[in-house]
T-cell receptor, first 114, second 118 residues
Framework: SQQGEEDPQALSIQEGENATMNCSYKTSINNLQWYRQNSGRGLVHLILIRSNEREKHSGRLRVTLDTSKKSSSLLITASRAADTASYFCATDGIGIQGAQKLVFGQGTRLTINP | SAVISQKPSRDICQRGTSLTIQCQVDSQVTMMFWYRQQPGQSLTLIATANQGSEATYESGFVIDKFPISRPNLTFSTLTVSNMSPEDSSIYLC???????????????FGAGTRLSVL
């Protein structure tokens, strides 16, 4: 399966600390994305990093990509209570009949304690 | 980006019945997807909803169980048929947005439908 694996499965930190989540995948990719899901609701796209990029920033988010290790990390700096959510990485894949699709990792459940 | 309205937001159903979930987008989109998220799990793609043709189902999902309609470029429905407790999940629709400069498979999601089957 192309599905990615994320670690840790759950992470609990104090507000203000940094949170790091990791994602590994199995096949070559065009890009890798990170999504956030609050309390079983819809997913929100956070950031996309292309296969030829090594690092990307967006506000308090920093994403790295190591294609040689087939891994990515998401760093959230100066965490806030509102960052409490599940975070998923997603890689592009080819579905049946060539349809483009996303393959999601297992997710990391992040809890920010006040 | 795209704004997606999905309904119902939640429902409790009896086994053996069917539920139809609607997904409405505020703009015309080529690709719409339906996902299932079982409790505490990640998202699994059920099918790609194609406008004007039959949906493309992923391995493990069949049209008799999850019939999909896509009558136009802004609307789709997913029906969960002959439900059992194992169908209790969150069902999500999503659409693809492509940037001006490069095709990027960024997906925008509806808020999801939380289904409980008794």
């Amino acid at each position: 399966s192309q599905q990615g694996e994320e670690d840790p499965q759950a992470l609990s930190i104090q507000e203000g600390e940094n949170a790091t989540m990791n994602c590994s995948y199995k096949t070559s990719i065009n890009n890798l994305q990170w999504y956030r899901q609050n309390s079983g609701r819809g997913l929100v796209h956070l950031i996309l990093i292309r296969s030829n990029e090594r690092e990307k920033h967006s506000g308090r988010l920093r994403v790295t990509l190591d294609t040689s290790k087939k891994s990515s990390s998401l760093l959230i700096t100066a965490s806030r209570a509102a960052d409490t959510a599940s975070y998923f990485c997603a890689t592009d894949g080819i579905g049946i009949q060539g349809a483009q699709k996303l393959v999601f990792g297992q997710g990391t459940r992040l809890t920010i304690n006040p | 980006s795209a704004v997606i309205s999905q309904k119902p937001s939640r429902d409790i159903c009896q086994r053996g019945t069917s539920l139809t979930i609607q997904c409405q987008v505020d703009s015309q989109v080529t690709m719409m997807f339906w996902y299932r998220q079982q409790p505490g799990q990640s998202l699994t793609l059920i099918a790609t909803a194609n406008q004007g043709s039959e949906a493309t189902y992923e391995s493990g999902f069949v049209i008799d169980k999850f019939p999909i309609s896509r009558p136009n470029l802004t609307f789709s429905t997913l029906t969960v048929s002959n439900m059992s407790p194992e169908d209790s999940s969150i069902y999500l629709c999503s659409v693809v947005s492509r940037t001006q400069y490069q095709a990027k498979n960024i997906q925008y999601f509806g808020a999801g439908t939380r289904l409980s089957v008794l």
